[in-house]
């Protein structure tokens, strides 16, 4: 599985803190982790637990 430490905003590519998810929660055995970027877009990891 590939480790992301990182992630960049979908809509403008500013890098986004993985530490500090807006919102986390877990769907079909994956956790998803969301981030709002100052840009309004909203940003979805998946990572399987
Ligand atoms: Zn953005």
Same mark, same amino acid.
């Given at each position: 599985?590939?480790?992301? *430490? ?23 055995? !994956? *956790?998803?982790?969301? !981030? ?14």
């Amino acid at each position: 599985m590939l480790e992301r *430490l990182g992630c960049t905003c979908e809509g403008c590519d500013r890098q986004l803190d993985a530490n500090t998810p807006e919102l986390s929660f877990e769907r079909d055995g !994956y *956790l998803r982790h969301a !981030y709002e970027c100052p840009c309004r877009t909203v940003t979805i990891t998946v990572a399987r637990r």
